[in-house]
């Protein structure tokens, strides 16, 4: 029937321009449609003309084939003439074929039905083979199957069987790589044995690339099925999806899936494929490319539903055990070849699984197809690619044969002496390959099985036939080895009964100390919140712990700032501490590098420790009219007694030098008051400061020299003398490399930021951003700061207008203006102007103006901290306090283009806040780590010099302190829910903090309402806290560490 369907062939009836000519003959009109039964159905709506009918010639062919298979022949012809569209609810549509559709519609047909015909005779050779019969089917047979997994194929054009079968290869391979190699590692991690493990080859990423590219092939069959998809198109909207889901980058060619390669050669020639023609997937015998042309056709496994339906209404056996009653409407099902294939390979290894394979290695001597041509590569190609070489290291490390040491104590129990049977099996066996003296290299024992190498179980077979018997000297010295080894059993048994009783005992202590520090971690916070409790009810102040003090500096608390007739603007600002090194008692680094030492390679840590222990740190205070240093010595603060000392004045105007106090009565010159004082942010050692002449000096510290302290202590850099002695500074900010334009930078400028006043307005601030360079300074920009109405009543009701802080952000892209009603954020940018490069300032939030409830508040202090949180677009974290013991964060973002918002939903009050209210927040201190070798993992990585690495350092991002008036320390982390606050330390006092100072009736109240005016962390010994007391005019110093917070505090 096949063969006759084959003879038939088709007429034209078009002419080949889409319409009938005239003078044909007129063809017959379809009255009805063959239902599944070959009875018409319902008629359709109108005539259809068919487009070609079948040659006179292949008249009697096709009458053939139909009688054959037992089905209409009327119906059959229909069926190839016509395309049947059915619509629930509506007659059946015909649609006429043209002549190509009628031709690839009966090739169609004999494919499929000679596939069916193949498959059933398959099934009847695999049901023959295996014994299942009729007759017999109870009766279980054995059989041996063949299988050449061997049959790679890389032709010239590859098309969809080759894919085809090189899953098949790719899918045995791995198996083979699973059940073989991998197996006989995990034997020998069973049997614990210490066998050097191989690095297997992993076939999973192409079999999984291979099994997605048929799915999405099922899924581009049924659509073109389903006429969703023009037909010349189909295998290019495949080939397009396989690029999108498998190459997502064709530059990165590292993924099982790649890219076709096109060859110049063809690409000039005209003939190269394109992009879309095709892919290329890399199998472990090689890379093979792959053309999809007409993979859809031949992924289709459905016959026409016509023709479906004649077979199964056939009354032939063999013709209706072709037919799949399932697939009549085709339309909505996949009947893929993929599919299947699929689900037969899977059965063919689930089928190896219940075997006992084993396995022969073929390799093709050529690529050629010659007999006698042996080439030596492509063979070794062969070898490496399909796992040999892999099963030879293992192999060779390993041992072939293994036996289970039960079975072969009963092949081989004669060869020892009776006595030997109380033995265990590993014993046994162990004692027999000791007393014939076989080589140890040969052999290893398991846990369950004896391991042996090649011929060596052969030896023992021999031995065992020819009845040989160990010596009576070999069979005593295993005897006593085996005594001594249990003995040694004993004794680790003895020791460990033993030592398990104290391990217990110490186990239970260490419990014991952990609850107990639990039990006192709430019992301490319990107690506090009494203490708490006691004082808010009953008025009951704690009597703080002193603090020792060793040495007092004559520190006066004094205020700069002019007043006028009728309005007064006053820099409030509190006592503020600087910290920078000493660099005249810096060792020199190198000195402590081995010599000719690598300095790419990580530097001790002991190295780093000594280092820091000779280093020394300069501590500065600026009480708003005079500048004093101190000096921190971890060397002295390692001592019982230790703390600050060479305690000085600065004179920053006439003679660069930081005077011994007690050397400052005795100066024939004047030393200037100093008003106004900041730090260069990310060049720790730069400084600048206002005199009472409105002299504006920048400086670079050097440090102090305890042996001449006639030393120069700073280098002055550049001044600024354009302010006139009406006008009033009322604080300074550097901005550094970030925000600076280039053409200031390359000359080697610095730009400084003033906050003042002008006499002739007094509604207005102004901020002034002047470059200052050796020699010469010039302005670069004024900016207005409007006064809130809030300030200007406060003038006209005679009070002090106050501005405590004037800081720049930690990008330094925000500036802060705090104070006494008054609270403002300024952006800081650079823009284009022509070809020169200006800053600009722009205000981005009045605080006071836009939030009521702060509007009565003093701003005392701000802080800020890199990012906390990961986050895209944010900027900087300022935190501000103020003298209601309140905390304010501020988030601040920069979008795409540089512009800088605040964010109102992440900016707001600190609400895990344990300051009591009402009490002034003082100081927000940043921290550099929480213990003292803190730096050395960075320093190491960094390949910086430590001084180098402390000038730059950044503050901790999660984690800073704030200090209140009451002494209150609070430490805030970062926590997932937020800050989180708790408490640090109650701050001592010092021993004379009760004595009474005769200068403090002169100093203002809000001053004196805190004992401990400024604080600092140091960066060279992160874990301690810099203090300036002003009540006892001391310098001090407090360690955070919990272990240090008795011993380690103390005063200069």
């Not at 004082?535 to 007043?563: C, I």
């Not at 603060?637 to 230790?642: E, N, R, T, V, W």
């Not at 890199?866 to 944010?874: D, K, L, Q, Y």
């Amino acid at each position: 029937a096949l063969i006759h369907l084959g003879e038939v062939e088709f007429v034209d009836l078009t002419g080949g321009q889409g319409e009938q000519p005239l003078g044909s003959p007129t063809p017959r009109t379809p009255c009805a449609s063959p239902g599944p039964g070959g009875s018409p159905t319902d008629a359709p709506d109108t005539d259809v003309q068919p487009k070609v009918e079948v040659h006179e010639d292949s008249q009697d062919a096709l009458d053939q084939a139909a009688d054959l298979l037992d089905i209409s022949r009327l119906s059959l012809e229909q069926a190839l003439k016509f395309k049947e569209m059915r619509i629930p609810g509506r007659p059946v549509i015909l649609s006429p074929r043209s002549q190509a559709q009628a031709m690839r519609t009966l090739q169609s047909i004999i494919k499929i039905l000679y596939k069916r015909l193949f498959d059933e005779i398959v099934r009847k050779i695999n049901e023959s083979s295996a014994g299942r019969s009729d007759t017999a089917p109870s009766e279980r047979f054995n059989s041996i199957g063949t299988l050449d997994i061997y049959g790679f194929e890389r032709l010239q054009t590859n098309s969809f069987e080759q894919l085809c079968i090189n899953l098949a290869n790719e899918r045995l391979q791995q198996f083979f790589i699973e059940e073989v190699l991998e197996a006989e590692q995990r034997v020998y991690a069973e049997e614990g044995l210490d066998i050097p493990k191989v690095k297997l080859p992993d076939n999973r990423p192409v079999v999984n690339s291979i099994e997605s590219i048929m799915v999405i092939l099922d899924e581009h069959s049924l659509r073109s099925r389903k006429g969703l998809v023009r037909e010349n198109e189909a295998d290019n909207r495949f080939c397009e999806h396989v690029h999108r889901d498998h190459i997502r980058d064709p530059r990165n060619n590292s993924g099982p899936v790649v890219p076709l390669r096109v060859s110049k050669s063809a690409a000039r020639a005209g003939n190269a494929m394109k992009l879309h023609d095709g892919f290329q997937i890399r199998h472990y015998a090689g890379d093979v490319s792959y053309t999809t042309k007409g993979w859809i056709e031949k992924n289709s496994d459905a016959l026409v539903p016509e023709v479906e339906g004649l077979l199964c209404d056939t009354k032939k056996n063999l013709t209706s055990r072709l037919s799949e009653p399932n697939n009549v409407n085709a339309a909505s099902t996949n009947n893929s070849v993929s599919q299947k294939y699929l689900g037969n390979l899977n059965d063919l290894l689930a089928t190896l699984q219940r075997c006992h394979v084993h396995y022969i290695r073929c390799f093709n001597p050529n690529d050629k197809r010659e007999p006698g041509h042996f080439i030596q590569k492509y063979v070794l190609e062969q070898v490496k690619n399909c796992g040999t070489e892999e099963l030879v290291k293992i192999m060779h490390y390993g041992y072939p044969n293994r036996c289970m040491l039960g079975e072969l104590r009963q092949r081989f129990t004669e060869m020892l002496p009776p006595d030997f049977a109380r033995y265990r099996d590993r014993e046994f066996m162990l004692g027999l390959m000791l007393a014939f003296e076989i080589d140890e290299s040969q052999w290893t024992i398991g846990t369950r099985r004896l391991f042996l190498k090649a011929g060596q179980l052969r030896v023992l077979e021999n031995m065992r036939d020819v009845g040989s018997m160990a010596s009576k000297e070999i069979i005593k010295r295993i005897r006593m080895q085996f005594a001594r080894r249990k003995v040694r059993s004993v004794a680790k048994m003895i020791a460990i009964a033993a030592w398990w009783p104290k391990h217990v005992r110490k186990q239970r202590r260490t419990n014991f100390l952990r609850r107990l520090r639990q039990s006192l971690f709430v019992f301490v916070r319990l107690h506090r919140w009494l203490r708490k409790a006691r004082t808010s009810l009953y008025g009951k102040q704690p009597t703080p712990p002193h603090l020792k003090k060793d040495f007092k500096a004559n520190m006066h608390t004094g205020y700069g700032g002019r007043q006028d007739g009728t309005s007064r603007l006053v820099c409030r600002g509190f006592p503020k501490s600087f910290v920078a090194l000493n660099l005249y008692e810096e060792p020199e680094y190198p000195s402590f590098l081995k010599r000719d030492i690598n300095m790419r390679s990580p530097i001790e840590d002991n190295v780093l420790r000594i280092w820091q222990h000779d280093t020394t740190e300069n501590v500065f205070l600026h009480n708003g009219s005079e500048v004093l240093v101190a000096r921190l010595s971890p060397k002295v603060l390692s001592q019982a007694q230790g703390h600050l000392d060479d305690v000085r004045r600065l004179d920053v105007a006439e003679s660069s030098q930081a005077l011994p106090l007690d050397d400052v009565p005795h100066v024939d010159w004047h030393i200037p008051v100093v008003t106004i004082m900041c730090q260069h942010r990310m060049d720790k050692q730069m400084f600048a400061s206002c005199d009472e002449n409105n002299d504006i000096t920048v400086w670079r510290w050097h440090g102090t020299d305890a042996s001449d302290p006639s030393k120069i202590a700073f280098r002055m850099i550049g001044a600024y003398v354009g302010l006139g002695p009406e006008e009033q500074v009322l604080g300074m900010c550097f901005l550094s490399q970030n925000v600076v334009p280039r053409r200031i930078t390359d000359q080697q400028g610095t730009v400084l930021v003033i906050l003042r006043t002008n006499p002739n307005n007094k509604n207005w601030l102004f901020m002034q951003v002047i470059s200052i360079y050796q020699g010469s300074h010039y302005t670069e920009l004024i900016k207005t700061v409007p006064i809130h109405t809030a300030q200007i009543a406060a003038a006209a009701a005679d009070e002090d207008l106050e501005i405590h802080f004037f800081e720049a952000s930690h990008t330094e892209r925000v500036l802060m203006i705090g104070g006494r009603h008054i609270l403002k954020f300024y952006t800081v940018d650079t823009r284009q102007e022509g070809d020169k490069s200006i800053i600009s300032l722009e205000p981005v939030l009045d605080v006071v103006q836009e939030f009521a409830e702060v509007r009565d508040a003093s701003f005392t202090t701000c802080l800020s901290l890199p990012p906390p949180t990961p986050s895209i677009g944010m900027l900087d974290w300022v935190v501000i306090g103020d003298d209601a013991g309140r905390l304010l964060g501020w988030k601040f973002n920069s979008d795409d283009h540089g512009n800088i918002t605040l964010d109102e939903s992440m900016s707001g009050r600190f609400r895990s806040n344990l300051h009591t209210p009402g009490v002034k927040v003082r100081s927000l201190v940043g921290i550099y780590g929480s213990s003292a070798d803190s730096h050395y993992r960075h320093v190491q990585n960094s390949g910086l010099s430590y001084s180098l690495f402390l000038n730059k350092v950044a503050m901790e991002e999660r984690c800073f302190h704030s200090l209140a008036d009451d002494g209150k320390l609070l430490v805030w982390r970062m926590r997932k829910e937020g800050w989180k606050s708790s408490p640090e330390s109650q701050l001592p006092t010092m021993e004379s903090a009760q004595v009474a100072r005769a200068d403090e009736a002169s100093m203002p109240q809000a001053a004196l309402s805190g004992q401990n005016v400024a604080c600092h962390a140091s960066r060279l010994v992160p874990n301690i806290l810099l203090l300036c007391d002003q009540r006892t005019e001391s310098f001090g110093f407090y360690d955070r560490r919990p272990e240090g917070r008795e011993s380690r505090a103390g005063g200069a």
